[in-house]
């Protein structure tokens, strides 16, 4: 399962590769003997045994395009041929590969950046690239020139209660160079800016530009923000895919600079903006031109998910879909590792996320297909395919690759299921998602719940951090398994002894009956819409870090428990401590793990805040000064 910090991945179509029959004479020969010792029946020790194998060292953490990550995919590729699982017969295994962005170069001769004069002998004033301008890494490659417009933060946020914010209000975009403040105003009120920064993330900043017909995006953070005038880092690890726009960072002078002979002081608009203006330069259009040329080099990698089909039998010809991701973060830098002190740069081995998931599916695959060969092959049954994912921690790049190219039609897939991090059942609380896809759920789960007695919590909300939600959005009815965050999740403690398996063959039986449920052609998965309660990840700002590490599996308590603090953060500056709860976050009660994350999205940069702390059955006031995160 993915970290609240979300990225857009580029995911490229690729012909099936030759590596399959070459992979399948190669499969050492530890993978061979570990199926081979797999029951064909549900089985604790089964479950077991395969995740101590995909969660062991030997995988490495299973890092998307790893040879880890090919081992585990060995593996559940075995065991979906042992199970007896077939593959379309265009296809030559039942890996399907996919290319995705692992890093980012620039092309540092082919970028750059030049200020152009008026007139046919106009002089032309270069810029110096990494003083004066630097590409953001989601920048699409080319060149563009056009006239400088100023619109102020660049902010749309959509009308609500009678607000909404829009920065292009009197502004011609089409054609331009669009000069945008970074990140959000910053004298308004705390709910303001939690409400703003939803809308405030770079690259969502950059597309709207690009959706008002902008050939170029120009970034700066002003004279009143974090890291005033300072350039954003080119970091060659990000993953993130091209925007449709040429797009850059420049410095507070150059800025400066492009806005000099136009009236407009960059101080001082920012002042007014930050006071709550909407733009109010809009209908100012500075005088220069820019030119602007960038191309970066994006590092394709290829990795794969593993598919295997349980054909329909009786003439149906519909399935339902069985999924789970099998990839982790490797060893952690830059994907989301809470690791400890002590503990950096481990081996992330993921048991819970989600050895625990695919091990799940490899069970239900077994036994639903030997299930199957003693049914009568005339009795109508909807097709089962079972897939494990990679890429889901990037971004959920290896089930948005199936959704572009699936191995059976999308519009005869009329259901899927999901398990991620099914591992940690405890007080025996299975949580039931996205409950609310179809109308058919819930009517089914409390069905087989009254043998299986788990005391299940349903929540309704399809648009879920994990592979499911992508099916929904194109008009699938989904359900996810899940059995909660912990203490280990994303650290290098989430080993395969932590697990418990007596729960999780309960959890995969219970599966298994509403599996058999919807393979029956009769019973209806109607779709439900269910409207989008946030923004869609990438939209948002996150700015304000305190170093703070929750302890995700505290429950029963009215607060946040911290599981560390990061050393030299504010948090430890301000004398906090592992295990405090928070209570109370510049005057707002904090109850819970959002309350503390949107007081957190409404903080200000470098202005010290009063913080409640229950330590030892006491309550302690502390002052805590968030600080910017890494420009």
Not at 61 to 78: E, K, N, V
Not at 119 to 134: Q, Y
Not at 345 to 352: K, L, S, V
């Amino acid at each position: 399962m993915r970290s609240t910090l979300r990225l857009a991945l580029l995911v490229i179509s690729v012909p099936t590769i030759a590596y399959a029959q070459a992979d399948r004479e190669k499969i050492p020969a530890e993978v061979m003997s570990g199926v081979a010792g797999l029951s064909p029946t549900i089985a604790a020790d089964d479950l077991r045994a395969v995740v101590s194998f995909i969660a062991s060292d030997q995988c490495g953490g299973r890092l998307t395009g790893s040879d880890g990550a090919l081992l585990a995919a060995q593996y559940i590729a075995t065991a979906f041929s042992r199970a007896g699982l077939k593959y379309p017969e265009d296809k030559d295994h039942y890996y399907q590969p996919f290319s995705f962005t692992a890093g980012v170069e620039m092309v540092t001769e082919k970028t750059r950046m030049e200020i152009v004069g008026s007139g046919a002998d106009a002089a032309v004033s270069p810029c110096k690239l990494d003083a004066d301008f630097r590409p953001l890494t989601f920048s699409d490659n080319g060149t563009a020139e056009g006239d400088l417009v100023f619109v102020g933060y660049g902010l749309v946020e959509p009308s609500s209660g009678g607000r909404g914010y829009d920065s292009y209000v009197n502004v011609d975009a089409k054609d331009k160079i669009v000069l945008a403040l970074r990140d959000i105003p910053e004298n308004v009120t705390p709910q303001r800016r939690q409400e703003l920064a939803l809308y405030a993330g770079d690259r969502y900043k950059a597309k709207l530009a690009a959706d008002r017909g902008a050939k170029a995006f120009l970034l700066v953070t002003g004279p009143n923000s974090p890291n005033a005038g300072k350039l954003i880092k080119f970091r060659t690890s990000d993953r993130t895919s091209a925007a449709p726009i040429l797009a850059a960072s420049i410095s507070g002078e150059l800025a400066d600079r492009l806005l000099a002979g136009t009236g407009v002081d960059l101080e001082k608009a920012q002042t007014a903006l930050d006071g709550g203006e909407i733009n109010p330069h809009a209908t100012v259009q500075p005088k220069a031109r820019v030119r602007i040329s960038t191309e970066l080099k994006r590092l394709p990698k290829i990795c794969r998910n593993v598919v295997g089909i349980l054909p329909p039998t009786g003439g149906c010809d519909e399935y339902v879909l069985v999924g789970a991701h099998y990839d982790h973060i490797g060893t952690g830098e830059g994907l989301g590792s809470l690791a400890k002190k002590g503990e950096e740069g481990q081996i992330h081995n993921g048991a819970d996320d989600n050895a625990s998931g695919t091990s799940v599916v490899l069970e239900l695959a077994a036994s639903l297909a030997d299930a199957r060969r003693k049914a009568d092959p005339a009795e109508a049954r909807r097709g089962l395919v079972f897939a494990c994912w990679s890429g889901e921690e990037l971004g959920l790049v290896g089930s948005s690759h199936y959704i572009e190219h699936p191995r059976v039609p999308l519009d005869k897939t009329v259901a899927a299921f999901n398990f991620d991090m099914v591992g940690r059942l405890r007080e025996n609380k299975l949580i039931m998602q996205a409950v609310g896809s179809s109308p058919v759920w819930r009517r089914l789960i409390e069905r087989r719940n009254v043998p299986a007695g788990f005391n299940l919590v349903v929540q309704d909300d399809p648009y879920l951090p994990t592979d499911a939600t992508g099916f929904y959005t194109h008009g699938i009815p989904i359900l996810a398994f899940f059995t909660d965050l912990h203490e280990e999740y994303n650290r290098p403690a989430d080993d395969p002894e932590t697990l418990n398996y007596e729960g999780m063959e309960r959890v995969a039986g219970f599966a298994q009956q509403l599996i058999e449920d919807v393979s029956k052609p009769d019973v209806e998965i109607a779709y439900a819409r269910v409207e989008r309660s946030a923004p869609p990840e990438g939209r948002m700002s996150r700015r304000a870090y305190t170093g703070t590490v929750p302890d995700f599996a505290a429950s029963g308590i009215t607060g946040v428990r911290l599981s560390d603090v990061r050393p030299g953060g504010p948090a430890e500056k301000a004398g906090i401590k592992a295990g405090d709860i928070i209570v109370e976050f510049a005057g707002r009660k904090v109850t819970n793990l959002q309350d503390y994350s949107d007081a957190l999205i409404g903080a200000k940069i470098d202005e010290a805040v009063p913080l409640v702390v229950e330590r030892d059955g006491k309550k302690i006031t502390l002052t805590i000064t968030p600080t910017a995160r890494p420009n």
